[in-house]
């Protein structure tokens, strides 16, 4: 296994793997994906954010971070962190427990980088992701429930979100 930046030329398995991730999400939660912009996949490529996980040549999970996330995480986004946001995994590797690898990956990152904290949010609603989001080592802090969504993604419009973080 191994975390590498994803490539322009990924974008169409990128999104093969969010549609697999919105189905996925549709059958077993509350919430679910509505879908991306490509051209902000394609500018988060370019700004060397987004990262996959290969497994014998295989694209296996796929994982965004960012430094910031002010819509989101308000006055707390002044603190130095690392964002995680849409991990979504080969429906061929279900159950591999890719968030405890991108954790370990990310403690990394974020040491490089002098952060003080790994965030992450999901919509809220989902107790069995949010046990298993503390499972991996995050800390519930949460819900928050955002008036200005900015240009995040359509999913951001309705309902709240559950938020996490590791400090460090």
Not at 64 to 82: A, G
Not at 91 to 99: A, Y
Request: hydrophobic share 35%; proline share 4%.
């Amino acid at each position: 296994m191994k975390i590498v930046l994803s490539k322009p030329e990924d974008l169409d398995h990128l999104f093969q793997l969010y549609d697999a991730a919105t189905a996925y999400q549709k059958k077993v939660g509350i919430k679910s994906w509505q879908g991306f912009e490509r051209s902000m996949v394609v500018r988060e490529i370019e700004e060397q954010r987004q990262y996959k996980i290969i497994i014998e040549d295989e694209i296996a999970c796929v994982f965004l971070i960012t430094d910031h996330d002010p819509l989101i995480w308000q006055e707390k986004d002044k603190d130095p962190s690392v964002y995680i946001h849409r991990i979504a995994t080969n429906p061929n590797f279900r159950g591999k427990h890719f968030v405890k690898e991108i954790v370990k990956w990310v403690k990394q990152y974020a040491a490089k980088h002098h952060k003080k904290f790994i965030r992450l949010d999901t919509g809220s609603g989902n107790e069995k992701l949010n046990n298993y989001y503390q499972n991996c080592g995050f800390t519930y802090l949460g819900v928050v429930t955002l008036s200005d969504i900015g240009d995040l993604p359509a999913h951001y419009k309705d309902g709240s979100f559950s938020l996490f973080e590791i400090p460090l």
